[in-house]
Nanobody, 124 residues
Framework: VQLQASGGGLVQAGGSLRLSCATS????????MGWFRQVPGKEREFVAG????????KYADSVKGRFTISRDNVKNTVYLQMNELKPDETAVYYC??????????????????WGQGTQVTVSS
């Protein structure tokens, strides 16, 4: 199983980035998917999640209205559109596949597969 995150980079505050996570080796449509972020010395933080058929999405309160998670079950890819980025959102962003479940978990330990992370740096 591989999850390959991409799309990170350097952006000014207020700018936008679109992260992608291409997967292979798993029955993608059977897994809820999530995005997390982490800065050194802090715990991994839930950002957004989406159910298997994209019927339900969930967001951290801090990103609601600015970030949008979506998925393409044909391309086996999950996306995170991030708008109005803030400097304190600088982090490594990870995509992850949840246990086969009907809902979206915000708990990192519930996720069984992880990508390698992509760095997002927001300058002030």
């Amino acid at each position: 199983v591989q999850l390959q995150a991409s799309g990170g980079g350097l952006v000014q505050a207020g700018g936008s980035l679109r992260l992608s996570c291409a997967t292979s080796g798993l029955a993608f449509s059977s897994y809820a998917m999530g995005w997390f972020r982490q800065v050194p010395g802090k715990e991994r933080e839930f950002v957004a999640g989406i159910t298997r058929r994209a019927g339900i999405t969930k967001y951290a309160d801090s990103v609601k209205g600015r970030f949008t998670i979506s998925r393409d079950n044909v391309k086996n890819t999950v996306y995170l559109q991030m708008n109005e980025l803030k400097p304190d959102e600088t982090a490594v962003y990870y995509c992850a596949a949840d246990r086969p479940t009907a809902g979206v978990s915000t708990t990192p330990s519930d996720y069984v597969y992880w990508g390698q992370g992509t760095q997002v740096t927001v300058s002030s």
